[in-house]
């Protein structure tokens, strides 16, 4: 049985996660699926779940671990993968994604989590939720498979800006280290600038100008900074924080992506080849489903949104319910950190950063 009436969370110790329920690929039985898995694992949880009534309700009513655990909030429209995020911004008001967000915004849940367009959700939840003061740009970080003994690296940014200038790409590192410590729990973390060569001399000039400010705030923002890393050193153990432009980024995950379906699908064809290939793969189920565990991109499904006066984490559109369920549950241990509260004041300690040099670009009335 679903609530119908606000949840407050205020002095509550519980977590409320608002859900976009319409926007994955896999339509809301994917997402309520994964937020079942998701409230099996933990009593705390609670969801304000954003779309349309008469579909949603029966979904979760089917699910007893959603039992009084949610609160859905009727809205007509879909914001699709195809819809730009000016037109979404402009006639987006009765979608699921912008009532999820409003629901952060109106301090109602503690957290978003969407598996909608990328760009239309970083644009409308720029507008919505505002930057957090001194942030120029959000960024959306990623967790990508790594030699690291935590097992994963932090790369940001990966999309939400394809312009970044030397200040820009300080407060990447800022935020990328407070994710490090809070998503990882990384002590001291290492942060490396993407660049085409370890060398000082290589790259251009915001690059170079960026190794600077990085280098002078290392030590009072309490990183360690191992200067230039390269393509390489992604899912390496030089550095734990990978900073770069949303367009190299972008550019270097979608890549990546595609590289590792490659080689799954090679692995496949070569263990079909013939009787003996066969059986070597029976014989080597159990380390092939170790690997594949290991990089299973479900269990790190999740950007996190940066930057922002709230809290927003990104699946990936495919996701399907154990996806959708580590979205939530990053979604969660970041909220608990105070994820936000800890951003901001890291960025506001950074010396070196000009006041006003980014003016607001774009602003909007409610």
């Not at 064809?269 to 594949?292: D, E, K, N, P, W």
């Not at 549950?329 to 901001?344: D, H, P, V, W």
């Amino acid at each position: 049985m679903t609530s119908t009436q606000t949840q407050s969370h205020t002095g509550s110790n519980r977590t409320v996660v608002s859900i976009d329920a319409m926007g994955g690929d896999l339509g809301p039985a994917a997402v309520v699926a994964g937020m079942a898995l998701s409230a099996s694992k933990n009593p705390d949880l609670f969801f304000v779940v954003h779309g349309d009534k008469e579909k949603l309700t029966p979904l979760i009513e089917r699910k007893r671990d959603l039992r009084d655990k949610c609160d859905i909030r009727h809205a007509s429209d879909v914001v699709t993968m195809d819809d730009k995020p000016s037109q979404v911004l402009r006639s987006g008001k009765n979608t699921s994604m912008w009532s999820a967000i409003d629901c952060v915004r109106a301090r109602e849940a503690d957290v978003c989590v969407s598996c909608g367009n990328t760009g239309a959700l970083m644009a409308m939840s720029t507008i919505r939720l505002r930057k957090l003061p001194g942030v120029n740009r959000p960024a959306i970080a990623i967790l990508w498979p790594s030699r690291n003994p935590q097992g994963f690296n932090v790369m940001l940014d990966v999309g939400a800006d394809i312009r970044a200038d030397a200040t820009d790409l300080l407060q990447y590192a800022l935020m990328g280290v407070s994710y490090a410590r809070n998503g990882l729990g990384l002590g001291r973390p290492r942060v490396g600038l993407l660049n085409v060569g370890t060398e000082e001399h290589k790259g251009r000039n915001e690059l170079k100008e960026a190794y600077e400010l990085i280098s002078m705030n290392a030590d009072a923002a309490e990183f360690d900074f191992v200067g230039f890393v390269e393509g390489g050193d992604i899912p390496g153990d030089a550095c734990d924080v990978i900073v770069t432009d949303g367009f190299t980024g972008n550019v270097a995950l979608k890549t990546g992506e595609g590289t590792a379906k490659l080689i799954g699908d090679l692995l496949k064809q070569a263990f079909g080849y013939s009787i003996l290939s066969r059986l070597a793969s029976v014989l080597a189920y159990t380390s092939m489903r170790r690997l594949q565990k290991r990089i299973d991109p479900r269990r790190v499904n999740g950007g996190v949104f940066l930057g922002l006066n709230g809290t927003v984490v990104k699946s990936h559109g495919s996701a399907d319910a154990t996806g959708v369920s580590a979205a939530i549950r990053l979604a969660i241990q970041l909220t608990q950190s105070e994820f936000s509260q800890k951003i901001a004041a890291r960025v506001a300690s950074a010396s070196g950063i000009p006041q006003d040099e980014h003016p607001t670009e774009q602003k909007t009335g409610d």
